[in-house]
């Protein structure tokens, strides 16, 4: 039977919006197998409040240096981009991920760049470098596990090492592009394009686009200055991460439990972020299992507590997400119509493309 191409495009596009949430109902019951959930939520209900005040604080903060090293980035585009527009962007991106994995990139670019008046394209190119940034700095974060963690973990987590060769190859592959564009430019993006139409024209037009993107985005990262900045931020980021998790076991009481340090929610935290890394939607199921996993084989936790702080620490990172992206929308759109503009919603930056006007 031969499929017009409207069909095989609409058949892709229920299987990407589909896949996602089969594989998070799969990861779910896995994690969740074996599981007396009834002493998970007693956990819960016995939360100390006082240190989730803090977390929230500290997890929102982490988010805020992310619109500041984003500015950062921006600097030679628009050295004038409003911090709480590129704050709410971010949220934005996060909260629409939470329901379709990756989606929220697109609208991050989108808002921020309708809000700071930037095309689609450069804004897409940053947040590109940003998340090529993040993989890197994670991966450090992960060798810096290893070093701390009190035994093997490559042994004791045995998907770890092939994760991890396999994350260095794809990023080194990704350096190596990344040198010869700064190098190249143009002339890379044509030799590289015109190899691939060879086989596919279509594939071609999408990876001219997206090298365009990342051109744009690292002509916007200029000065040794700023790229010190930059890496400033990230491993702030990812300490203050690091910090959210180690928050997490004062809210549980799990310091009642069991000694904790910085070290053990370090490792939690990195390991923990594969499964954020896996397109579920806001790594529902893929990261309640990792946390749950590491908890209870690596740290000796029950099954029951290791749920209850997955839980825990996904559903604030969720309810912050979504409420925050509409709150922040908000906002800006009320300061906006305060110095004349027009308001900006979901459909309106879609309609408009996102496009410098």
Known sequence: MIFDEGYKQKIKK???????????????????YNVELSES?????????IWLFIFLIVFLL???????RWKVILNSVNPDTSTLNLFASVMVGYGVNCVVPRLGEFYRALFGGKWE?????????????????DLIILGISVLVSIAIYDGNLLVD???????LIIGFLVLGIIIVIMYLLIKMK???????????????????????????MLIEGFSSLKGKKNYLVTIVHSILIMLIYGFTSYIAFFMLRMNEIADVNFSMAWVVMTISAFGIIIPTPGGTGSYHL?????LVSLYGFSEEIGIA????????SVIVFVSSSFGLIFLANFIRVKKGLSKETFISVIRAGGESQ
């Open 117 to 133: 008046n930037i095309s689609r394209s450069s804004m897409l190119g940053t947040i590109i470098i940003e998340r090529v940034i």
């Open 309 to 316: 702080y997955a839980l825990v620490t996904h559903a604030i």
């Open 157 to 163: 987590i045995l998907w770890l090492k092939s994760a």
């Open 290 to 294: 990792i946390v749950k996993t590491v």
């Open 62 to 68: 982490s988010h805020y240096l992310r619109a500041l």
């Open 41 to 49: 939520l007693a956990a819960i209900a016995d939360i100390s409040f």
């Open 14 to 32: 229920i299987a990407g919006y589909t896949l996602p949430f089969i594989l998070t109902v799969v990861l779910l019951y896995i994690a969740f």
């Open 186 to 212: 143009e002339k890379f993006v044509n030799i590289t394009v015109g190899l691939i139409a060879k086989f596919s024209q279509k594939l071609s037009v999408k990876l001219s686009y997206v090298l365009h």
